[in-house]
């Protein structure tokens, strides 16, 4: 195993009825004004506003609205929740919401504090924070991304057409509520959208060197074969409590920084995604969705006894008379067809994404990974951008 350090400050409150029973002891240790951030208006159909802001008003706190925040959050929004917690001197962050939510909060707790050029500084350069941004909390309305639990924040450039993050340690949240039943109200599309992200940040943890037997992989595949079943079961059953809690607790643990350690990484499926979210606007796991299989079709003869590995422990494929390559191959139609059967969508087209010459600069101005079993040329990824059509 490689060297690592690990170390994760966000303390999660789990279970049903966890933000009644913890938000007042959470809120009495930042100071009297809070800033209530939230997305297009979700918390305001499902009572999730009104519980929270009962409990904010109980304890006396000053409520500063921050809402609008979109899917796929763009930096001008990020500048502009950071001039309001100057305004306000907000003593607490509190993103009642998806990833975008708490990625826009995160965001906005350094540009509260950081008085440099926090794009070029923090987004388009991996930078040191040696400040301390605001303190943010979370109440999880939707999972997937395990943004909760981690310190990135992907924000879209919108001047620059540029979507991406990095995981600063110094932006996680000081507390993150998740109540499974707070996601029951997330239409199916979401759910599986998400769930789908969730099992992305575990296979681009797995499919990276080393391929020695390791910690990380073993609890990988055990993780993914739980978001396969209990994303079968909730698509099914979309209130069943057991699946429903499995698939967001397995989310916070996806993007938990457990699934890292000691592995290279490679996320090359992520840069990809980002680039069509910030030409598209799609929906993250949407794209994730369509892009792995294509992508792992180019991939999986780089990294082949990993790709065995998950043909065989994943999806429980008898080797029979396979060769390596062939078995490889079939772990990787495996999860082709589990896209299609639980509904996502397995083309482009699907989501509406088809002009070649947007596919062509979303694929040029795309990141790319160090990590991976392969480096990709911009080339090759405007061909599996071609091949998703
Ligand atoms: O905006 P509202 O009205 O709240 O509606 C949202 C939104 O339309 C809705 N929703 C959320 N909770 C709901 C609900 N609808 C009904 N009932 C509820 N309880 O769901 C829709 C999608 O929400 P959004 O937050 O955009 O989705 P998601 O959680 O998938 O977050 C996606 C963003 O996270 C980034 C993605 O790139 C994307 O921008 N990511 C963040 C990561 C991180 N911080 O580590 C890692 C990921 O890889 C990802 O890149
Ligand atoms: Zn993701």
Request: negative net charge; aromatic residues 10%; charged residues 20%.
């Amino acid at each position: 195993m490689n060297n690592f350090v690990f170390s994760n400050s966000t303390k999660a409150y789990f279970g049903r009825g966890c933000v009644g029973e913890n938000l007042p002891a959470e809120l009495s240790k930042y100071g009297d004004t809070v800033m209530l951030a939230y997305g297009g208006g979700s918390i305001k159909k499902n009572g999730i506003y009104d519980e929270v802001t009962a409990i904010l008003e109980k304890a006396g706190k000053k409520v500063v609205e921050f809402s609008g925040i979109m899917s796929n959050p763009t930096y001008a929004k990020v500048l502009e929740g950071g001039e309001l917690v100057k305004k306000h001197g907000v003593g607490l962050i509190l993103g009642v919401g998806g990833g975008s939510v708490m990625d826009c909060c995160k965001a906005v707790s350094m540009a509260a504090v950081y008085e440099g050029d926090l794009w070029n500084d923090f987004w388009a350069n991996i930078g040191v924070v040696d400040f301390t941004p605001t303190p943010v909390g979370f109440i999880v309305t939707s999972s997937g991304t395990g943004s909760e639990c981690d310190g990135g924040a992907v924000i879209t450039n919108e001047e620059t057409m540029v979507k991406c993050g990095h995981d600063y340690h110094e932006c996680n949240a000081r507390f993150a509520m998740l109540d499974p039943t707070y996601t029951y109200s997330v239409p199916m599309k979401q759910v599986l959208a998400g769930s789908f992200d969730t099992l992305s940040h575990i296979m681009e943890c797995y499919f990276s060197p080393p391929d020695e037997d390791n910690i990380s992989d073993d609890i990988a595949e055990a993780l993914m074969k739980s978001v396969i079943r209990d994303l079968r079961i909730a698509a099914e059953k979309p209130d069943n409590y057991v699946a429903r809690s499995n698939l967001m607790w397995a989310s916070t643990l996806g993007e938990y920084r457990l699934m890292k350690i000691g592995k290279s990484l490679d996320f090359q499926c992520h840069y990809m995604e980002h680039q069509l979210g910030a030409y598209t606007d799609c929906s993250h796991g949407e794209g994730l969705a369509v892009l792995h299989p294509v992508y792992y079709r180019h991939l999986y003869k780089h990294g082949l006894s990993k790709f065995v590995r998950f043909a065989e422990n994943v999806w429980g494929i008898p080797r029979g008379d396979m060769t390596d390559e062939q078995l490889a191959a079939a772990g990787v139609e495996a999860l082709a067809r589990f896209v299609a059967e639980i509904g996502l969508p397995t083309t482009l087209s699907e989501m509406g994404i088809t002009d070649r010459e947007m596919l062509k600069k979303a694929a040029y101005s795309c990141a790319i990974s160090k990590g991976a079993y392969k480096k990709l040329s911009f080339e090759e990824i405007y061909e599996i951008f071609l091949e998703a059509i």
